[in-house]
């Protein structure tokens, strides 16, 4: 990038000292500026990058743009801009030669689903013989690599550079799940989205938004933003629907199983072998369980058929896909050799722990015993945390309370929160450690049990006194139930 073309996209209100001789990488981060980078001042939400401007002209930042007059007696060109948070979106794609206009978007926004719709999207473009790639709180998958995922949504600087090595690596598209906090944060300014999606809004992130309304409008601005040549696909029987596109200016595809919408659905079949959801006209058959899938499905579905790909190969590209991991997984071995079902969900919040336990009281046989094990993470809104523990009593048979993330939270503080939501909390078993809470669960149980493990799905840590631990709910079951095997007690008589 050239500094004159720096300067116009910056729309300065000045600039001060010399012009350096070439540019280097944008940074946020001052500890990560090297010897002719741009230092980008961000005010952020618990520290301000203007406290970090010395640090990184001592670094070798050749320009810093920020949003306070600064003087430095350094040589270095200090350019004073409005708002450096809406500013740094578009200079990142700028900086990689906007690599966001060569991939068709895919956004897709809401509290619960948003993981499984944007996989499903994802592995269906696949089998139509695309190369997309995505990012997600589970992975970001660019080309053939894929990477773990810190954040839901990335900075703009590592958005930007992930966008540049999906097109270097050949992506056609690129599916994106977009949380509340980057549009809030002004993450996604600079992109242009083809196609949104609207999954559903509940109770969660309440400790930033403070309340529903603040929720719902930083959701809404992903379609506000939309040009009026892009696609909304909605879920329409969410109570935030219609406020969600109040101002969109592209076009609206709402779906619904309740009311009269543009399209039309209907749950046909829905057991523990999968379901038959009819979305319009299509019929699709799919292993994916519970009325919040045919929801996910249904969008999946609308999403590739709104980018004009014939309905009956989007019919069976999504008939083959399997949505994300840790999403109602079943692990490897349950229901065996007398062993009870077990499955891993990433319900962690009121609407999520409801739709999966509801799902699962409904389908599973008659004669099984359902049995929750679950917790609430530490540092998060703790409203939701008795409201859980409401549901989880409501559904399951049995109900185990245990730690989920406590980060820097006492984990029985939490559980005593917890606790709290039960009609009757002596009939529920109380387990602080994880591991054990799983292990008693499955040695307890027998062929006619069925165990929710809820809360961290996909998670692969666990974090505990601020510490991040390995643990992954799938493994420490699955070594359970091989143990379970192993013991003569459990064996088939």
Do not use: W
């Not at 007696?73 to 004073?80: P, R």
């Not at 009325?291 to 989007?314: H, I, K, P, R, W």
């Amino acid at each position: 990038m050239t500094f004159d073309k720096l300067i116009s996209l910056c729309k300065p209100i000045d600039v001060s000292g010399p012009e350096p001789s070439s540019i280097g990488m944008l940074r946020q981060d001052s500890r990560k500026v090297e010897p002719g980078d741009v230092f980008i001042a961000i005010k952020g939400f618990q520290v301000d990058g203007h406290s970090f401007i010395d640090d990184a002209i001592a670094n070798g930042a050749s320009i810093v743009i920020c949003e306070e007059p600064f003087y430095s007696d350094e040589e270095v060109c200090v350019v004073e801009v409005p708002n450096t948070r809406s500013l740094v979106g578009p200079l990142a794609q700028a900086f990689y030669d906007n690599p966001a206009k060569k991939l068709t978007l895919v956004g897709i926004t809401g509290t619960n689903g948003k993981t499984t719709v944007a996989n499903l999207v994802y592995q269906t473009l696949q089998k139509l013989g695309k190369k997309p790639s995505l990012l997600g709180t589970v992975a970001k998958r660019i080309g053939n690599q894929e990477l773990e995922s810190k954040l839901t949504t990335s900075d703009p600087i590592e958005l930007a550079a992930d966008m540049a090595q999906m097109v270097k690596a050949g992506s056609t598209h690129l599916v994106m799940e977009v949380s509340s906090h980057a549009l809030d944060q002004q993450r996604v300014n600079g992109i242009d989205f083809q196609i949104a999606a609207f999954t559903n809004l509940s109770h969660d992130h309440l400790d930033y938004h403070h309340d529903l309304k603040s929720y719902a409008e930083s959701k809404k601005k992903l379609f506000d933003n939309l040009s009026p040549d892009a696609t909304a696909v909605i879920n329409g029987d969410d109570d935030q629907a219609s406020f969600i596109v109040m101002d969109c200016p592209a076009e609206v595809i709402d779906f619904s199983f309740k009311k009269a919408l543009k399209v039309d659905c209907q749950v046909l079949s829905n057991n523990m072998d999968g379901l038959v959801v009819r979305i319009g006209k299509v019929m699709v058959e799919s292993p994916l369980v519970g009325t919040f899938n045919a929801y996910n499905l249904s969008q999946a579905f609308l999403v590739c058929q709104s980018m004009g790909y014939d309905s009956e190969e989007v019919k069976e590209a999504l008939e083959s896909s399997n949505g994300a991991a840790g999403r109602l997984e079943r692990v490897k071995g349950s229901g065996e050799k007398g062993n009870p079902v077990v499955l891993v969900d990433y319900a962690h919040t009121p609407d999520a722990l409801e739709n999966v336990a509801s799902t699962l009281a409904d389908i599973k046989a008659e004669q099984q015993q359902f049995h929750i094990v679950f917790g609430c993470g530490g540092n998060r809104d703790k409203t939701k945390r008795p409201k859980m523990a409401n549901i989880a009593e409501r559904y399951a048979d049995k109900v185990t309370a245990t730690s989920d993330n406590p980060r820097d939270e006492d984990p029985d503080a939490i559980i005593d929160d917890i606790m709290e939501g039960f009609d009757d909390p002596k009939a529920i078993t109380r387990i602080t450690n994880r591991k054990k809470a799983i292990e008693q669960a499955i040695i307890e149980g027998n062929d006619n049990t069925l165990i929710l493990i809820a809360g961290k799905g996909h998670e692969t840590y666990q974090k505990v006194a601020g510490k991040r631990h390995d643990f992954d709910d799938r493994a420490i079951a699955r070594a359970a139930l091989g143990n379970r095997n192993m013991n003569p007690k459990n064996e088939d008589t």
